[in-house]
């Protein structure tokens, strides 16, 4: 389905993240990718991944420095001449925030949340767009907690919220364009960012006990769910924020044996 589309994929930290994933998935479909990491650190444990599926193309980014964002999208658009679709999986907040109250919240980890977890798919759009032509997708990573409270998710449901909005406005400027733009909401999912908020594994088994379909998503499902929306099927959806969570957004309650 997306043989000969090139993408950029952004915030592959293990093998059980989201983004490698959809990495993953799109390879397997036939796409070549090209990959961003921040620190050396995270840049020896995605090596191997990206070599895993054909890919040699790895740039250090930090997305709150416009200097190190403009250098990776040079270097980008100097190894080819457009970008088919963009992953943007990159968030973050101070983890001793992610527990207790959202009353509590500093001014200061408000900020930094909210830019690298919201402002930051703005500044990868504006540099991207001009890669792209019509037919190219950008894709970004929510989660409920952003339209319902989810004990301990705090700053980062507003920081989701944000970012749901943000969607829509990027798919408005974008489509005349041919551009789509939207966000894949999953489930909890045992991931180094899930690990971060505080109750964690609690929220992941009351999920999976309550959703209709009794699971939590899975990094297939994800995948699969990216490629369509890649993929020419996906050419008229954009705006949308498109559930991956085992219908759990449905329930007014939990399921009788659980109450």
């Not at 959809?22 to 050396?40: D, H, N, P, S, V």
């Not at 919201?118 to 190219?136: I, K």
């Not at 989810?150 to 980062?156: H, I, L, Q």
Request: charged share 20%; with cysteine.
């Amino acid at each position: 389905m997306l043989q000969g589309k090139r993408g950029l994929v952004m915030g592959v930290a293990n093998e059980r993240s989201i983004a490698w994933g959809i990495a993953r998935a799109c390879a397997g479909a036939g796409a070549e990718l090209a990959f961003t990491y921040q620190g050396a650190a995270f840049g020896e444990r995605l090596a191997p991944l990206a070599a895993s599926v054909g890919s040699d193309f790895m740039v250090d980014v930090d997305v709150t420095d416009d200097a190190s964002l403009d250098r990776a999208f040079a270097a980008l658009s100097a190894r080819w001449d457009r970008l088919d679709f963009l992953i943007h999986a990159v968030a973050f907040s101070d983890k001793t925030e992610l527990t207790g109250r959202f009353l509590n919240t500093s001014r200061a980890n408000f900020k930094n949340s909210l830019d690298i977890s919201c402002y930051s798919l703005v500044e990868v759009a504006r540099r991207a767009h001009p890669m792209m032509g019509p037919g190219g997708s950008i894709i970004t990573l929510t989660y409920q907690g952003s339209n319902r409270v989810t004990p301990f998710y705090n700053v980062m449901g507003v920081a989701k919220a944000a970012l749901e909005a943000a969607v829509r406005y990027l798919a408005n400027d974008l489509g005349p364009d041919g551009i789509r733009v939207n966000a894949i909401s999953p489930g909890p999912m045992k991931t180094l960012a899930g690990a971060a908020i505080g109750g964690a594994r609690k929220t992941f088994k009351h999920t999976e006990m309550n959703a209709p379909l009794r699971s939590n998503a899975t990094l297939e499902a994800v995948g699969g769910t990216a490629v369509y929306l890649i993929s020419d099927a996906g050419a008229f959806t954009t705006g949308e924020v498109i559930r991956v969570d085992g219908g759990y957004h449905v329930l007014g309650m939990p399921q009788p044996e659980n109450i």
